[in-house]
C-alpha cells in the first residue's frame, strides 16, 4: 500500500530532479513560528539549500541571538545543514523556533 505522504514524497524528488536536470532549483515558502512572542515570519527558500541560510535569515530580522534559539520541525530539531527535500518538507510548511532556557532557580 502507497501513502498519501509516500505518494507526495516520491512526486517531490521527482520534480526536485526535473529541476536540477534543467539548472533551476524550485522554492519552497517557510513559515517559522516564534513562540517566545507568538508572531511568524515567512520566508522563500529553494529546496536544496540548507536550512542554516533560512536560520540566519530568522535571526537577523528578529534581532535574535541564534545561540538562544532551536528550530523544530514536527517536534524534532532540525540539522540546519539539512535542506527542505532532504527532510521531505512540503510548501508551506511550519517550523518552530523556541528559545532556549539556561540556568535555573
Known sequence: ???????????IL???????I?????????????FQNGGNVHFKIKSQTPLKKLFGA????????PA?????????????????I???MEDGTEIDAMTQMTGGC
Do not use: W
Open 68 to 84: 538562544s534559539v532551536v528550530f523544530l520541525y514536527e517536534g524534532e530539531r532540525v540539522d540546519p545543514e539539512m535542506t527542505p
Open 86 to 88: 532532504q527532510l521531505e
Open 14 to 20: 521527482l520534480l526536485y530532479s526535473l529541476c536540477e
Open 22 to 34: 534543467r539548472g533551476k532549483g524550485f522554492h519552497f515558502f517557510f513559515s517559522i513560528l516564534a
Open 58 to 65: 530568522y535571526c537577523t530580522r528578529t534581532g535574535v541571538d
Open 1 to 11: 500500500n502507497v501513502t498519501v505522504k509516500d505518494a507526495v514524497s516520491a512526486l
